[in-house]
Structure formats: structure tokens, C-alpha cells
């Protein structure tokens, strides 16, 4: 629900994202009536005007709505707020841009410039927490999801998990099991799991050392449920077509 919500055009160039541009967007911000909303060009943007807004002590959501561009899950799920992002058809743009391209080719003397293509409409919306408000209850899971993103190589269980949201173990695993469908254990194991596959494919590191930079506390333990859970051995992991090719020299 936008009703009331004001929009206005930013009267300041910040391409660089210098600390003076996040400054003065900071300054712009505050100068907007609230309730407000910003939508960005593109995701990159949407990170700058949520730190500018943290800077000036601006609540995201209730204060300031935020909408980035091209659903980049790198900036849009590592900001705290996450952002929502608009989806374009890339692979229609894509199409359509073919199609001209093809015809300034076809008959370059009848070239305009510049040409426009018109964007399709059916984008999508992947609404995040920069423009809905949360629960508390769903504030606890984003919390323990984040701190189980941050630390889930360093050896933590899920009592440290239960311990930075301040709640009890049981209950931080009962609220996480139902939000997620999992534990916060298995959680951690999949963050840990996915860290040892990237470098079993990316790396030459041995296998004991990336066993050890993952937060398991055995080699032989860790190696099984691997290998339960995959199929295979870590080695074999790396050895299969998982891994890509090496680069000719």
C-alpha cells in the first residue's frame, strides 16, 4: 500500500558511491516528506540509498520505501534490509535487440539513431524487506539466517545461533524449522557443505584443509556425510564434471 507516499526526482549524481555521494544522499533523503519511496536504475544504487539511509537514521520500510533494478541476488540478498528487485525479461530485451540489430544490418542506410526498443512489461517484482514490513518472528529467522551465512565456517552449533538472537535454543530451532522447513543445524551444514563444493571445484587446496576452513571438527566425520550425502567421495567430487575445465595455457 503506497497511498500517501511521495516521490521525487534525485537531484544529485552518485555513480561513484563515494563517501561525499553517500553524503549528500543521505541530505536528500532526509529532505523528503515521509512516507517516501525511491526506485533505483539498477540494485547497485538500492544498496547506496539503504547505507545513506542507515547514515540519517531512516527506518526502511515504514519510513522509506526502496526498490532496486535487475534482481542481482548479490546486492539485493547481502543488504540489510534485503531489497526488492524488479526482474526484467532479459531474454525478450535480448530478442528484441537481435531483431533491430538485424535490420540496421540489413539496411544500414535507413538506420535511425538511436534506436529504441521498447521493454516488454511482464517484469517481475521480487519483494524483499526494503518494501514490506516484517514480523518479529520472521526478524528472528533473517537474523539467525544472516549470522549462519557469516558464520557458518567458523565452527559454530546451533546454540551460538540461539544465543545471538537471545532466545533458547528450543526455541530458536522450533521457530527456524518452521519458517525454513529445516533445523538451524542443518542449516549451518548447508552453508558449510556448499563453501567445501566451490573449493572442491574452484581450488587445488587438499581436501583435510578445506575440511578444516569449513568448521568441521573431524576429517572422518566430515568426509561421510559428504559422501552421504552427495554419493561420492570428496575427491571424486572433484574429480567429476563438476569441476570446469582447466584453462588452456
Known amino acids: 500500500d503506497v497511498t500517501g507516499v511521495q516521490t521525487c526526482a534525485l537531484p544529485i549524481c552518485i555513480e561513484r558511491g563515494s563517501l561525499e555521494d553517500i553524503v549528500a544522499l543521505a541530505e536528500w533523503l532526509k529532505s523528503l516528506p515521509k512516507p517516501a519511496a525511491v526506485m ?45 528487485s524488479i ?19 540489413q539496411a544500414p542506410a535507413k538506420a535511425k539513431s538511436p534506436v529504441q526498443i521498447m521493454s516488454p512489461s511482464n517484469h517481475k517484482i521480487i519483494e524483499r524487506q526494503s518494501t514490506k514490513p516484517i514480523s518479529p518472528i520472521a526478524q528472528i529467522i533473517n537474523r539467525a539466517e544472516s549470522f549462519i551465512r557469516e ?11 540461539a544465543a545471538d538472537l537471545g532466545v533458547s535454543r528450543r526455541l530458536a530451532d522450533l521457530r527456524y524449522r518452521q519458517a525454513i522447513g529445516k533445523s538451524i543445524l542443518e542449516a549451518i551444514l548447508d552453508c558449510r557443505f556448499d563453501e567445501m563444493k566451490r573449493l572442491l571445484q574452484f581450488t587445488d587446496i587438499p581436501v583435510g584443509k578445506i575440511i578444516a576452513s569449513c568448521g568441521f571438527n573431524t576429517v572422518s566425520n566430515a568426509k561421510s556425510l559428504f559422501k552421504k550425502r552427495y554419493g561420492m567421495s570428496m575427491s571424486e567430487y572433484r574429480l567429476s564434471d563438476h569441476r570446469p575445465p582447466a584453462r588452456p595455457r
Do not use: F, Q
Open 40 to 84: 533505483a536504475p539498477h540494485d547497485i544504487w538500492a544498496t547506496r540509498i539503504v547505507e545513506a539511509a542507515e547514515m540519517s537514521s531512516i527506518n526502511i520500510p515504514d519510513s522509506l520505501a526502496v526498490i532496486g533494478v535487475d534482481n542481482d541476488r548479490v546486492y539485493c540478498e547481502t543488504s540489510r534490509p534485503m531489497i526488492t
Open 87 to 105: 526482474t526484467p525479461n532479459h531474454a525478450r530485451i535480448g530478442e528484441l535487440a537481435a531483431k533491430e540489430l538485424k535490420k540496421l544490418m
Open 151 to 161: 558464520n557458518a565456517t567458523n565452527g559454530i552449533s546451533a546454540a551460538d545461533v
